[in-house]
């Protein structure tokens, strides 16, 4: 019955979904969370460029335009040169989602925390805070619809999930 | 139709990798700047406010380096975004538009929730406000009798009372996500058709479609308008337009790393 149910659920609100739910053992292609240690999470700090891979949220102060790479970082670009609007430099902040900056100060989701950093020179930042414990993360993957492992949240932090071969995966997305 | 849904949307998906670089010197001036619509973080005077699914809380952020958290305001799950305008807070949510009211900018108080009968999906349905009402973008996809489709929409509120939102207008669109204005126009991203949406909004209790002003672009996820240059953001790079007065975009940079 609770099978039924919730293959119900699940085919009839199809796609995304913020929920997830207890599911009948299943193996087959699904989705597998991306961990990094909890002892990883203080590696921020002022990188190299990268490439955007998969924009996130967005910001413009003056001509510095900051882009989330979700679970990774932040690209600072400089638009001031219309002919040279490369990225300048990479905020690494592993787990990050989402992030605003006020007066020099970026502050960002890490997993569950809240990390503030001083940016005023975007080449060398600050890592200032760690406020734990204050975020409720997603614990399944974003605009998927399908089986995935379950999050275990003794492992670490989830950066991102990739897709993988399941064995006998309890947890579904449903809507 | 729902795997192009799927791959557009999954702008807001995590992903990874890593590539090469280059620097230059450069700092920044102090100085407040203008966030995306598509974003759960939001700052004014000395407090920041996040959003968790269900909740809104409120960080005294007067020592930058120990924010502490001072209220909490649960609400129904699906809260998405946060806009911030004069003086008011309006979070986008799946279940509806929430407007909050900031006499005690410490504590955060419910004024209004809007309710919808469908209940919306996704991560990315923003709202931007000006003078008197609230843009909001919104996608839904319904399930009829086997067949999935899509309904999306801009909803424009009337808002001069916070208590009491009033839907004036709404227009049907193809998967949008973020928005943004000058005096005159409203940009919305309009992922499903690749197409920056133009609306004429110098008469808010009229607005007009402009679609001799709108715009092709790859993938439109978020926009920040700057004076008379506006930033697109898509999927892996985002897109420099110049903004004319009479609303048409002009030119672009396009930047991917």
Redesign the interface.
């Given at each position: 019955m609770r099978f039924t149910f919730s293959l119900i659920i699940a085919s009839?609100?199809?796609?995304?979904?913020?929920h997830q739910e207890e599911y009948l053992a299943y193996s087959g292609m699904g989705k597998t969370p991306?961990y990094i240690p909890f002892s990883e999470l203080d590696n921020i700090g002022s990188?190299?460029?990268?490439?955007?891979?998969?924009?996130g949220?967005?910001?413009?102060?003056?001509d510095?335009?900051f882009?989330v790479e979700?679970?990774?970082g932040i690209h600072v670009?400089?638009?001031s040169d219309?002919d040279q609007?490369?990225?300048?430099?990479?905020i690494s902040i592993p787990a990050v989602?989402?992030?605003?900056?006020?007066?020099?100060?970026l502050?960002?989701?890490s997993w569950k925390d809240?990390v503030?950093i001083?940016?005023?020179?975007?080449?060398n930042v600050v890592f200032?805070?760690r406020?734990t414990d204050?975020?409720?993360p997603f614990l399944f993957?974003?605009?998927?619809n399908g089986p995935f492992e379950c999050v275990d949240e003794n492992r670490g932090a989830v950066?991102?999930?990739e897709d993988k071969n399941l064995e006998n995966v309890f947890c579904h997305t449903v809507? | 139709m729902?795997k192009a849904?799927?791959i557009i949307?999954?702008?807001?998906?995590?992903?990874?990798?890593?590539?090469?670089?280059?620097?230059?010197?450069?700092?920044?001036?102090?100085?407040?700047?203008?966030?995306?619509s598509?974003?759960?973080?939001?700052?004014l005077g000395d407090f920041?406010y996040?959003l968790?699914?269900?909740e809104l809380?409120t960080?005294d952020?007067t020592d930058?380096?120990?924010?502490v958290?001072v209220s909490e305001l649960e609400t129904d799950?699906?809260l998405e975004t946060i806009f911030i305008y004069e003086n008011r807070i309006y979070l986008g949510s799946?279940t509806g538009l929430f407007i909050l009211g900031l006499d005690n900018p410490a504590e955060p108080n419910l004024l209004s929730q809007t309710l919808r009968e469908d209940?919306f999906?996704?991560?990315c349905d923003p709202v931007v406000v000006k003078d008197n009402y609230a843009y909001s973008t919104i996608k839904t996809?319904v399930?009829v009798c086997g067949n999935?489709n899509t309904q999306s929409a801009l909803l424009i509120y009337e808002v001069s009372n916070p208590s009491n939102p009033i839907l004036s207008q709404s227009f049907e669109l193809d998967i949008p996500n973020g928005l943004g204005y000058t005096d005159q126009y409203l940009y919305v991203c309009s992922t499903g058709s690749e197409t920056l949406k133009v609306f004429d909004i110098s008469d808010p209790t009229a607005v007009v479609e402009r679609p001799d002003l709108d715009y092709p672009i790859e993938e439109p996820?978020?926009i920040?308008v700057?004076g008379d240059r506006m930033?697109v953001?898509?999927?892996?790079?985002?897109f420099?337009l110049d903004l004319n007065e009479d609303g048409s975009i002009a030119h672009e940079?396009i930047?991917?790393?």
């Open positions: 009839s609100l199809f796609l995304f979904s913020c991306i990188q190299a460029p990268q490439s955007i891979e998969q924009s949220p967005i910001f413009l102060i003056g510095f335009f882009m979700a679970g990774k670009f400089d638009l219309v609007q490369n990225s300048i430099a990479f989602t989402d992030f605003t900056i006020d007066d020099n100060i502050f960002a989701d809240l503030s001083d940016i005023s020179d975007i080449h200032l805070s406020t204050v975020f409720d993957p974003q605009l998927f950066i991102g999930w809507n | 729902n849904l799927f949307l999954s702008a807001c998906l995590f992903s990874f990798l890593a590539c090469d670089s280059e620097s230059a010197l450069s700092s920044i001036e102090s100085s407040n700047g203008t966030s995306g598509i974003t759960r973080f939001a700052t920041m996040t968790n699914p269900n809380q960080f952020i930058p380096s120990k924010p958290l799950y699906g799946r209940e999906f996704g991560a996809i399930n999935l996820f978020d920040i700057d930033i953001s898509s999927t892996d790079k985002f420099i940079s930047i991917s790393k």
